[in-house]
Each structure stands twice: as C-alpha cells, then as structure tokens.
C-alpha cells in the first residue's frame, strides 16, 4: 500500500511576482529538516557552548599547547577572545553567507556566469558547483582543518587563527544554510520546532562538555584537537549534504535560469535590510538587544569552569561538569520556552526568559562571590557550602533564562518583521550578535585580571549587560504593538 504523507498547511504570503505558492510540507521533511539543524547546532553552538573547558585547560599548568612563558602568567582576556572570536564568526557570518545562498538557489550567479564564461566552464558543472551542499561541505572542511591546525599551535595568536577564525567561519558556512530555511517547514507550532532545533546547542554542550574533560586530561590537549577534528569529518560531512533549500526558491534554479536577471533578483527574497527597515524602532531596538544580550550570555559560559576551580577550589572535572549540567538545562529550556512562548506570546516570553537570567546574575552569582571567606588569600580554594549552594542555584536559573531566549529568538524575528524578511533581519541581527559575543567576555577578561580574582566585578559586568538588553526588548514590545495594536499576548 502507497504510504499516504500528511501535509502541512503553506504559508500564505503576498506576492507581488504572482509567483505560485511553496510546495506543501511532508512530515517526513519536516522531520528531516528538524534532525539534520539539530546536530548542525550541537556541531557548532554546542561546541561553542563548552569552549569554557578548553579556555580552563590553557590557563591550567598542565597544559601541553601553548609555550609557558618566564613569569608562567597567561593573557586570559585573549585566550577569551579565542573562543568568543568562533562564537562572535559563528553568527557574524551571516551577513555574507545568507545572500551567497539566495543567489545561489535563485540561479543568479549560475546563469550570468554561463552568459560571460561559457568556455571557461560547461553550464551543468555550474550548477552542481555552485550549491548549498558545497558551502556546507566547505565549512566542514574548514571547520576539521582549524582544529587540526590547532594541535600545532605554541602561542595564543595561533589559536586565534586556527581554532578562533579558521572554526568560526567553517562553523558558520554549516549554521546557516541548515538553520536559515528551517523556520519555513513550519507554521503553527514554530517556536517549539526551533526550540527543539535550537535545543541542539545544550544538548551537544552537554556530550562534549566531559568528553573534552576527560580527553584534556588523558591524551593532552594536542591529540584532543585532532580526535575532534577527525569527529567534525565524521558527522558534519552527512549533515552537510542533507542540507534543504528555501521554500521560496524556485524550482527552475535547478534548471538553467530564464529571464533577465532583474527578474531573478526581483524573484528572490530580499537579503539586505533597507532604509525603510532600519530606521523602524523595533528593528533598532532589537539590535541593541541582540548586542547587549550576546555580550552578557556567553561570559558565564566562559567562566563556569575557572570559577568553579579558582574560588570554589573544586576539581577541573567538577567545572566541566557544572558546563555540562548548565548546557543539558539551557537544551531543555529551549524545547518549554519554545512551547509556551506559541501559547503565552513569544515576546512575553523572552522577556521573562531574558530578566531571569539577568536577575539571577546579581541574586545568586555575585552572592556566591560575595559569600566567599574573604580571609583566604584571593578569596581561592575555600568555599562555604552557602556559596557553592547560590552557585549551583545560580547555574540552574541562569541556563534556563538564557535557553528561552535562545528559542525564541528566531521565531520573534518572524513574526515581528515577517517570513519574506526573516532571512535578511535574523542574519544581520546574527551579525550583531557577534559582534556582542566578541566583546563581552574579553572585556569581562580584563575586568577579572591576570591572577583571576576579581570575580565580583565580572559578574557586575554580566549583569548589567543583560539587565539593559531586557529594557530593550520592552522596548521592542512597544514598538511592535504600536504598529499593529496592543495585545496581551504576542
């Protein structure tokens, strides 16, 4: 018997193309869609998630990477830098490789080129060259090559080449081209689906968090560098070749394009922000979110690790633990903030997410620092019970609240701004949030010092950031009802 697919209702959008409407959306496709962007995110976000073990390990005096240097003392806000700059790369790439895809499956490039090179290359081989697959598939390689040319690295500026630009930008030629089209298989229940999609990043935070650990601590950082870079190999080539294509790519981009190509750019979803957008105050607000959140989300994941060893003078494996718990919590806190926020608004929604972890910063992280026995030289090796309590507290609270805004984020920009603009915000408001990612925990670096003492002002540091992000998401709210009406939820 014919196995009958159930189908999901299309999207309806105005269109001035009359263009004919996207194909229905089989469960089976959409299931497809849902796993392959699940482990793209664990391959990338949940890598980027734990490099706290990583940047813990380098700081340690038994390390086997970097050259000790005469006064044995380590630059922590760069070796911060060397992870923020994949997270910050991650995102920030975006702005370049959202268009290269609209292009691409649009037919642009393909057909002016057989139109000005048509004995350089046979028109077919363009075709297949000029793919999603093959931006995916490079990235992979990419992404295999940065940290297989970390394991030769003797200085910090190495890391920043190899395992900071070299992953990030991999990373990002395999985050977007799985994660942009995925919001599109998707209708009533969007922001579960890109809970459970988003959910990746915990979940593969939470596998790598101890494994990184316990390979660190067997093999040596070196041979660590090339397990995961053979491991990238293993499971991001698969996933890089089941990569979707936009809904609203035409089906005669994979066929030799017709028309000018005014009507192809005309036909194609718009990947640059206008004028108009830019100056809209929910468009401005929602960067200064991004920024300000992106800034302040990723410091504690810097430095659960360090913290956890410097002040509280427990095991470096109890810290890659405490990443790993804090990952596993942020995982499951996508998937229910994703499902209330299609029940309770998904704007109300982040912003409770977003106070929350905010809050929880002050309340229980600078109350563990401050709960410390300020007799002990530095304040290092002997936590009170009460302060490994608010830290365990504040771990648990704070991964929930920076989970929920995780899984909604993408949902928001959808429905605040559109579908067919979706592509163009959530890649430069990604930018954005790299930006703020590559600035928040240097910065929070420096604030704590060379001797790594001066936890309470890094803590002050995150928490303001993410206290002002939350004033800007009102914002955004405001903005967003004052356009469309006031609704309680939304």
């Known amino acids: 018997m014919a196995t009958q697919t159930r189908t999901i209702e299309s999207i309806s959008l105005p269109n001035s193309h009359h263009e004919p409407p996207p194909p229905p959306i089989s469960r089976r496709k959409q299931f497809t869609v849902l796993a392959s962007a699940f482990v793209a995110i664990a391959l990338t976000i949940g890598y980027n998630q734990c490099f706290g073990v990583f940047q813990a390990y380098y700081l340690s005096p038994d390390q ?48 002016s080129a057989s139109s000005t090179s048509r004995n350089v290359l046979p028109a077919r081989w363009k075709r297949r060259l000029l793919t999603n697959r093959t931006i995916t598939v490079s990235g992979v390689l990419m992404m295999a090559a940065g940290f297989g040319l970390a394991s030769l690295s003797t200085r910090v500026w190495h890391l920043l080449l190899t395992q900071g630009f070299l992953v990030g930008l991999g990373m990002s030629l395999v985050y977007f081209p799985l994660l942009a089209p995925a919001p599109e298989y998707f209708t009533h229940h969007r922001a ?32 660590t560098l090339r397990i995961y870079a053979l491991f990238n190999l293993l499971f991001g080539l698969p996933i890089a070749w089941s990569v979707p294509r936009s809904r609203f790519a035409p089906s005669s981009s994979l066929t030799p394009s017709v028309g000018s190509d005014d009507d192809r750019v005309g036909n194609r979803p718009n990947t640059h922000i206008s004028r108009t957008l830019s100056l809209r105050p929910a468009f401005l607000l929602s960067c200064i979110a991004a920024f300000l959140q992106a800034a302040g989300a990723q410091t504690p994941l810097a430095f659960i690790p360090s913290y956890t060893t410097d002040k509280l003078g427990l095991s470096p494996s109890t810290g890659a633990n405490f990443l790993a718990t804090a990952n596993a919590i942020n995982a499951v806190a996508r998937v229910i903030t994703g499902y209330c926020g299609d029940r309770l608004g998904r704007q109300n929604t982040l912003i409770s997410a977003l106070l929350l972890s905010g809050v929880s910063v002050f309340a229980l992280w600078l109350g563990s620092i401050l709960a410390l026995p300020a007799s002990l030289p530095g304040g290092t090796g002997g936590a009170t019970g ?105």
């Not at 702005?95 to 393909?110: C, F, K, M, T, Y």
């Not at 689906?193 to 979940?203: K, T």
């Not at 429905?415 to 600035?439: D, K, P």
Request: glycine share 14%; charged share 10%.
């Open 64 to 111: 086997d990477v970097l050259v000790q240097s005469p006064d044995d003392s380590k630059p922590v806000a760069l070796l911060a830098f060397v992870g923020t700059l994949c997270y910050g790369l991650t995102w920030a790439g975006g702005i370049l490789v959202n268009p290269i895809i609209s292009r691409i499956e649009h037919g642009v490039w393909s057909s």
């Open 192 to 223: 579960t689906a890109m809970g459970v999609i988003l959910a990746g990043g915990g979940a593969g935070g939470l596998a790598l968090s101890p494994i990184f650990r316990l390979l660190l601590t067997t093999v040596g950082g070196r041979q």
């Open 386 to 490: 009460e302060s490994q309590k608010l830290w365990m507290a504040f771990i648990a609270t704070y991964s929930f609240g920076a989970g929920g805004y995780y899984a909604l984020f993408p949902a928001l920009i959808a429905e605040v701004f559109g579908i067919r603009q979706y592509a163009a915000v959530n890649a430069f408001i990604l930018f954005v949030r790299g930006l703020g990612t590559m600035f928040g925990s240097p910065v929070g670096g420096q604030l704590l010092g060379e001797k790594r003492t001066e936890y309470a002002a890094l803590a002050c540091w995150d928490g303001a950031l993410l206290l002002a992000s939350v004033v800007c998401c009102f914002g955004v709210r405001w903005a967003d009802a004052r356009g469309k009406g006031w609704r309680w939820v939304a």
